[in-house]
């Protein structure tokens, strides 16, 4: 325990920062993984601004929140552009290209055996 008056009240204030910004990181989360979900671009929008925000306060390391947006744009990129199912023809091409003989293959080369050490 402190012994100076002003250090108590330190330790108090340190309790309230810690609890603030541990909500508001994991105010951060939830609102990163449903807009990674959604995929809206609004809902992306939205997220990067409290991203910003959050670094500008002290919540969260700058680079974290440039780190996080660039992977939130990525991730809602990914999901607007999904790409179509392949048709069932080219799946049966695939799995008769896997199941080819394994004598077609180049066998691996042995390695030649270690001289031994004389004593």
């Not at 309790?15 to 609102?31: A, F, P, Q, Y």
């Not at 929008?45 to 409290?50: D, L, R």
């Not at 390391?61 to 199912?85: E, F, G, V, Y």
Request: aromatic share 2%.
């Amino acid at each position: 325990m402190p012994n100076i008056k002003a250090a108590e009240k330190w330790v108090r204030q340190s309790e309230k920062r810690t609890l603030r910004n541990r909500d508001g990181k994991t105010r951060l989360k939830t609102l990163y993984k449903k807009a990674v979900a959604s995929g809206d671009p609004g809902a992306v929008s939205a997220v990067e601004s409290q991203f910003d925000k959050a670094a500008s306060k002290g919540i969260i390391h700058p680079n974290k929140a440039a780190r996080k947006k660039s992977r939130l744009a990525r991730a809602a990129h990914k999901t607007q552009t999904a790409p179509k199912p392949a048709p069932k023809a080219a799946k049966v091409a695939k799995a008769t290209k896997a199941a080819a003989p394994a004598s077609a293959e180049k066998p691996a080369r042995k390695r030649a055996p270690r001289a031994k050490a004389e004593k």
